[in-house]
């Protein structure tokens, strides 16, 4: 039911009623009696929530969506200092069936590195694979137990994480560094779903 997609999709999210009214511009008031089931939520306001919650509309409804591939959302990843990459799924997004060309995963971005074309709380589809080119947006893998999303420059003598935000500092890793820590790419960013 469509409450309780609304409820489900905004704990995933990590969202309290009110932040979630907050971000569609309406009242907590309002956004309780739609996960209560006491009202409705019109065209537009149901395109808001899928469009914050990361789904389609037809998702939130609790539709059927055979054209389109589900992609898990799994934990956050540091735009800022590398963080433990999390593998506990927050929920999903859905992609077009015509990007059924490879293996997708979803992660929310948490920090200010990336700012300001990713935001605390956006949401990047990643193509998983191993090897980039230079100049992509990329998640890698640091040690093995942290994530982090940033530019890649590559270099014969190692590699250079970088932000958008210019107030943080570009991590270059020797191509040493690289091997013992190691430093694996994970994917290419290829989508970003913001959150307004």
């Known amino acids: 039911?469509?409450?309780?997609?609304?409820r489900t999709l905004r704990k995933a999210a990590n969202l309290s009623q009110r932040q979630l009214a907050q971000k569609i511009g309406m009242s907590q008031q309002a956004l309780a009696k739609y996960e209560n089931g006491q009202a409705t939520p019109n065209p537009t306001t149901?395109?808001?929530?899928a469009h914050v919650l990361g789904v389609s509309v037809d998702h939130l409804l609790g539709n059927r969506t055979d054209d389109a591939i589900r992609v898990p959302?799994?934990?956050?990843?540091?735009?800022?200092?590398?963080?433990?990459?999390?593998?506990?799924?927050?929920?999903?997004v859905l992609l077009p069936r015509e990007m059924d060309d490879g293996e997708y995963f979803a992660l929310?971005?948490?920090?200010?590195?990336?700012?300001?074309r990713m935001m605390e709380g956006d949401i990047v589809i990643v193509r998983q694979q191993q090897d980039v080119?230079?100049?992509?947006?990329?998640?890698?893998?640091v040690g093995n137990e942290?994530?982090?999303?940033?530019?890649?420059?590559?270099g014969r003598d190692g590699l250079t994480l970088?932000?958008?935000?210019?107030?943080?500092?570009?991590?270059?890793?020797?191509?040493?560094?690289?091997?013992?820590?190691?430093?694996?790419i994970l994917g290419?960013?290829?989508?970003?779903r913001a959150r307004y």
Request: glycine fraction near 6%.
């Open 133 to 141: 080119e230079s100049g992509q947006i990329v998640v890698v893998l």
């Open 1 to 6: 039911m469509l409450q309780d997609q609304i």
């Open 146 to 154: 942290s994530a982090t999303c940033k530019r890649v420059q590559k």
């Open 46 to 49: 149901l395109s808001q929530l």
């Open 188 to 192: 290419r960013v290829i989508e970003l």
């Open 73 to 92: 959302v799994l934990g956050q990843v540091a735009a800022g200092i590398p963080i433990e990459a999390v593998e506990e799924v927050e929920g999903e």
């Open 162 to 184: 970088i932000s958008i935000n210019p107030l943080f500092e570009p991590m270059f890793f020797s191509a040493e560094q690289v091997q013992r820590l190691p430093i694996r």
């Open 108 to 116: 929310r971005i948490h920090g200010q590195s990336m700012e300001p």
